[in-house]
């Protein structure tokens, strides 16, 4: 097969959910930094980035101990309400960092992402609160319409209107009768991460285990499954069901980690074989086969033809300096949807 026979290759039968993790947003920054050259906090240097060691710093000892790890301090601080003018000064600075992100002007592994796969057919739902997502996802809407975006934890860029139950940019006017998007939540206590409280976290998650139930491909990206997020994995759990009945549905894993460690975290999502692990995006199916993922492993799984799946004919380049050249790439995969209705 030839890039041209996948991009022909078009129907709008089957889903991708895509869930990511901090480790997408870093892969995102080490391919193309930050715009104004800021970090990417991650959980165990949080507290240095975001400039809390002024407030940390003043805590009892056993709060200053666990600075290497933000998740455990931020729970502990939420258990005494002694510290709640700290806590609140803590997530406000956070908040305020994370707001100020920008991606650059050049395409992101974000940006590739949104295009690769498809409106109203695909998903991709992310524990980030990070604006990247939705920053890609407005800027490249010129070139495609992307797949519904799932904020699993909140989004610093994303508000909610609770009466509408509609989502929109924080601040904005969300009815002609008034009313703004009030921000979302974003700090959970590691110990009692409740997702069905909050009516906005409910839903995303409500939407996500819908999704998972009839997904084909499902890909991870940069979510490592760690222990502390008991009600996460067991809300995964239970929409993914039983792998002995999940054996026509492939499970993607891209992560720095190994091979079998990768495996193991996500050893009851996967049936037998039907796995992929790969530790870079640009090896992944969203890169290998961006806009045709689902194609290409039905081509594999259940071959019409007698030619053998198609591995990387159509693999998308790395190195786009301009928004312009990445859409421009993928305008005969777009034409080739439109002429098949999808």
Known sequence: MKREDEIRMVHQNGMHVVILGAGASLASTIHRPEKNGKKLPLMNNMVGICGLDSIVNQLPFEYRDLKDNFELLYSKLSENPEFSEEKLSIEYAIRSYFEDLELPDEPTIYDYLVLSLRREKDIIATFNWDPFLYQAYNRNCECA????????????????????????????????????????????????????????????????ATALKIAERVTIFGYSAPKTDVEALKLLKNAWGNIEDRNMEEFEIIDVKSEDDAKSSWSEFIHTHHYHYCNNYFESSLALHPRRSVENYHHWAMPSSPFEAFQDGNKIPRDFRTLEELWSWHEPLIEAEKKAGC
């Open 145 to 208: 319409k992307g797949p519904l975006l799932l904020f699993l934890h909140g989004c610093v860029s994303l508000g909610f209107d609770a009466e509408s139950r509609k989502t929109g940019p924080v601040g904005f006017q969300s009815r002609k009768d008034g009313g703004a998007f009030e921000p979302t939540k974003i700090l959970y206590p590691v110990h009692n991460k409740d997702y069905t409280s909050d009516p906005f976290i409910r839903y995303q998650w409500e939407d996500l």
